[in-house]
């Protein structure tokens, strides 16, 4: 998102999955929340990949960053995408 201050915004989501990046920014989207995406587009920075992580080490996960008024408003909207993106991460045990 162009014209937003980097140096103000908070970070609302963060993921290394790509598919639940792009339902954050869509649902951000329908709410017209105005977002800067970082960190997208240079996961496979210097040839490392994103191994296990589902992100590079080196960058860190894709991180959606919103305003501070809409901060409270974002989380809530995403609060499903973040419990899906949680259970996407917990390893599965082995019984």
Known sequence: M???????LVTVFKSGNEAL???AKS?????????LVKN???Q????IGVFGTGFNPLTGPIQIQV???DEATAKE???DVE???EAYEEPEENT
């Open 2 to 8: 162009k014209n937003l201050d980097s140096e103000k």
């Open 21 to 23: 990046i792009a339902l």
């Open 27 to 35: 649902m951000l989207d329908e709410a017209e929340i105005k977002y």
């Open 40 to 42: 997208e587009g240079i």
């Open 44 to 47: 496979d920075l210097f040839g």
């Open 67 to 69: 305003l501070p008024g």
């Open 77 to 79: 909207i995403l609060k």
């Open 83 to 85: 419990a899906s993106d």
